[in-house]
Protein backbone atom coordinates (compact mmCIF):
# COMPACT_ATOMS: atom_id res chain seq x y z
CA UNK A 1 0.00 0.00 0.00
CA UNK A 2 1.66 3.49 -1.25
CA UNK A 3 -0.29 6.87 0.03
CA UNK A 4 1.09 9.75 -1.75
CA UNK A 5 0.26 13.29 0.43
CA UNK A 6 0.49 16.42 -1.58
CA UNK A 7 -0.68 20.05 -1.07
CA UNK A 8 0.79 21.28 1.73
CA UNK A 9 2.59 24.26 1.99
CA UNK A 10 3.28 27.90 3.45
CA UNK A 11 0.14 30.37 4.04
CA UNK A 12 -1.45 33.31 5.82
CA UNK A 13 -3.16 32.98 9.14
CA UNK A 14 -6.71 32.77 8.22
CA UNK A 15 -6.27 31.58 4.48
CA UNK A 16 -7.17 28.07 2.97
CA UNK A 17 -4.72 24.94 1.65
CA UNK A 18 -6.39 21.90 0.22
CA UNK A 19 -4.42 18.00 0.79
CA UNK A 20 -4.50 15.26 -1.20
CA UNK A 21 -3.86 11.76 -0.58
CA UNK A 22 -3.44 9.39 -3.48
CA UNK A 23 -3.97 5.59 -2.78
CA UNK A 24 -1.73 2.62 -4.37
CA UNK A 25 -2.50 -1.41 -3.80
CA UNK A 26 -5.88 -1.58 -1.82
CA UNK A 27 -9.18 -1.43 -2.61
CA UNK A 28 -9.11 2.07 -2.10
CA UNK A 29 -13.04 2.20 -1.76
CA UNK A 30 -13.56 -0.16 0.84
CA UNK A 31 -11.45 1.54 3.77
CA UNK A 32 -12.33 3.81 5.89
CA UNK A 33 -9.44 6.59 5.80
CA UNK A 34 -8.29 9.62 7.63
CA UNK A 35 -5.70 12.72 8.42
CA UNK A 36 -3.57 12.74 11.24
CA UNK A 37 -1.00 15.95 12.31
CA UNK A 38 2.16 15.91 14.14
CA UNK A 39 4.17 18.66 15.73
CA UNK A 40 7.67 17.92 17.17
CA UNK A 41 7.33 17.85 20.92
CA UNK A 42 3.30 16.70 20.95
CA UNK A 43 1.86 13.31 20.64
CA UNK A 44 0.37 12.72 17.01
CA UNK A 45 -3.38 14.17 16.64
CA UNK A 46 -6.34 12.67 15.35
CA UNK A 47 -7.98 15.25 12.59
CA UNK A 48 -10.23 13.82 10.93
CA UNK A 49 -11.54 10.55 9.20
CA UNK A 50 -14.30 9.40 6.11
CA UNK A 51 -15.90 6.14 5.68
CA UNK A 52 -15.41 4.15 2.84
CA UNK A 53 -18.57 5.28 1.17
CA UNK A 54 -17.68 8.77 1.62
CA UNK A 55 -20.71 9.58 3.92
CA UNK A 56 -20.20 9.23 7.55
CA UNK A 57 -17.29 11.87 8.56
CA UNK A 58 -15.87 12.70 12.02
CA UNK A 59 -13.44 15.75 13.10
CA UNK A 60 -11.51 16.97 16.12
CA UNK A 61 -12.93 19.34 17.99
CA UNK A 62 -9.65 22.27 17.21
CA UNK A 63 -10.52 21.58 13.44
CA UNK A 64 -14.82 21.74 13.42
CA UNK A 65 -16.33 23.90 11.24
CA UNK A 66 -13.18 24.72 9.84
CA UNK A 67 -11.89 21.49 7.79
CA UNK A 68 -13.29 19.61 5.58
CA UNK A 69 -12.52 15.98 4.84
CA UNK A 70 -14.08 14.22 1.49
CA UNK A 71 -13.17 11.53 -1.19
CA UNK A 72 -13.02 10.36 -4.88
CA UNK A 73 -13.10 6.69 -4.86
CA UNK A 74 -12.77 7.25 -8.53
CA UNK A 75 -9.44 8.79 -8.01
CA UNK A 76 -7.98 6.76 -5.01
CA UNK A 77 -7.61 9.91 -3.83
CA UNK A 78 -9.09 11.40 -0.17
CA UNK A 79 -8.65 15.13 0.15
CA UNK A 80 -8.54 17.61 3.23
CA UNK A 81 -10.16 21.02 3.05
CA UNK A 82 -8.83 23.35 5.62
CA UNK A 83 -9.97 27.02 5.86
CA UNK A 84 -9.44 29.55 8.37
CA UNK A 85 -6.43 28.25 9.37
CA UNK A 86 -4.51 29.13 12.55
CA UNK A 87 -1.03 29.40 13.59
CA UNK A 88 -1.69 26.41 15.80
CA UNK A 89 -2.45 23.95 12.65
CA UNK A 90 1.19 24.08 11.55
CA UNK A 91 2.41 20.45 11.23
CA UNK A 92 3.27 17.73 8.94
CA UNK A 93 -0.30 16.13 7.95
CA UNK A 94 -0.38 12.89 7.56
CA UNK A 95 -2.87 10.51 5.24
CA UNK A 96 -3.79 6.72 6.80
CA UNK A 97 -6.27 3.77 5.75
CA UNK A 98 -8.14 1.82 8.24
CA UNK A 99 -6.30 -1.75 9.40
CA UNK A 100 -8.78 -3.62 6.73
CA UNK A 101 -11.75 -3.03 4.43
CA UNK A 102 -14.97 -2.48 5.41
CA UNK A 103 -14.06 -2.39 9.70
CA UNK A 104 -15.30 0.99 10.94
CA UNK A 105 -16.96 4.62 9.60
CA UNK A 106 -14.54 5.40 12.11
CA UNK A 107 -10.48 5.20 12.31
CA UNK A 108 -9.74 3.47 15.20
CA UNK A 109 -6.83 1.32 13.88
CA UNK A 110 -4.92 3.48 11.33
CA UNK A 111 -2.82 1.05 9.78
CA UNK A 112 -0.69 2.40 6.25
CA UNK A 113 0.20 5.64 6.74
CA UNK A 114 1.88 8.16 3.78
CA UNK A 115 4.83 10.13 4.31
CA UNK A 116 3.29 13.41 5.04
CA UNK A 117 2.74 16.74 3.81
CA UNK A 118 4.56 19.83 5.88
CA UNK A 119 1.53 22.91 6.95
CA UNK A 120 3.12 25.80 8.13
CA UNK A 121 0.76 28.89 8.96
CA UNK A 122 1.96 31.97 9.63
CA UNK A 123 0.93 35.24 11.61
Known amino acids: VQLQASGGGLVQAGGSLKLACAAS????????MGWFRHTPGKEREFVAD????????SYADSVKGRFTISRDNAKNTVYLQMNSLKQEDTAIYYCATDSGPYRSNRLTSPHNWGQGTLVTVSS
Open 50 to 57: IGWAGIAT
Open 25 to 32: GLTFSSYT
